[in-house]
């Protein structure tokens, strides 16, 4: 939980359990928190539950990524599950900036964002994955995936969503009206105090990235999808992203976290 006294950005409160660490890197001069998670296991296993929690109070900035792309192991028959939990407050800036997660063949997995806003917080989060290793050449051909997201702000649903796929359906994800060729796909959702101005601003951005993307406003809520064949090849669109909206947005944690360089 982040709390803020002025400009600055304070730890109120942290509970933490294996496997799940999260460390707070020093940033000098910085005027926004950043926050970084680790699982200790090296790994996501089938039968696995870990959740995070993640509340920016009134006024607070934080940004949280992790230290590493996670990994998703094939699973015999118990899926793992994930949850995740963002709050902003009024006047707290948040974002949510994992590396990907990277999904094994024969992988299992259950992962929910929920997320809740005040109608004055400002927040950007994202998720990605990536289908098998590239650099085993490996194919995900089996396996469970169900990916949603809950948006909610004061109170009401204004956004839900969920990709799923299963056994019977990863024989037709090749099709154009699926995910065609792509085996890396990211979500970024974004919620600002002028989401008409800020969708024209991401739609260039998005247009210039050299990846295949789009963007769209619902409920006011600013929806991006992104998505490329080579996984680092998302990973620099992404990147360009970040870095794009950091420089018209100036300070804050809307930009490359530090762990994506390390």
Known sequence: MLGATGATTRVEDVFQRSPLRILFPRSFGADSQEAVLINTAGGIAGGDRLECTV???DGASIAVSSQTPERVYRALNEPARVVTKLHAQDGA????????????????LRR???????????????????LGRAAHGESVLEGQITDSWRVKKNGRLIWADTFRATEETFPHLRRRALLARYS????????????????????????????????????????????DVAPSKLRLGLRAFLEGLGRTLGSGPFRVPTMWSS
Not at 93 to 108: G, S, Y
Not at 199 to 210: F, H, M, Q, W, Y
């Open 184 to 227: 890396a796909v990211a979500t970024l959702i974004h919620d600002c105090p002028d989401p008409d101005g800020r969708l024209e601003l991401i739609r260039e951005l998005v247009a210039s990235l050299g990846c295949a993307g789009a963007a769209t406003s619902v409920g006011g809520l600013i929806i991006v999808r992104l998505a």
């Open 93 to 108: 800036r948040l974002a949510w900036l994992p590396q990907e997660t990277i999904i094994f063949n024969r992988a299992r």
């Open 55 to 57: 509340t920016a109070r």
């Open 112 to 130: 929910r964002t929920e997320v809740e806003l005040s109608s004055r917080a400002e927040f950007l989060a994202l998720e990605w994955f990536v």
